[in-house]
């Protein structure tokens, strides 16, 4: 999804990876969907993200503010 930045010219790119490993493969043939967003929150170290996880870094970068990103997260409470 694009967000308008800070300044309100330019567009920010918060996003969502998930990368199709065997866990993730295997949760989608037994249609275990809803467990797929605590693997893609643990597997940072093959290159997934939340989109929670993207908006956090963006507010961290000075990108987006911090009720923006709360209105776009999953968990909200991670931005009060």
């Not at 800070?6 to 037994?30: C, D, K, T, W, Y």
Request: hydrophobic fraction near 40%; aromatic fraction near 4%; include cysteine.
């Amino acid at each position: 999804m694009f967000m308008a930045g800070l300044n309100n010219q330019l567009r920010v790119a918060a996003h969502e990876i998930m990368v199709g490993i065997p866990a993730i493969r295997n949760l989608i043939r037994e249609d275990k969907v809803a467990q797929m967003y605590s693997s893609i929150q643990t597997g940072q170290s093959v290159g997934m993200q939340t989109l929670d996880q993207c908006l956090i870094e963006l507010v961290r970068k000075g990108l987006i503010s911090k009720p923006q990103a709360r209105s776009r997260a999953v968990k909200k409470s991670d931005f009060d």
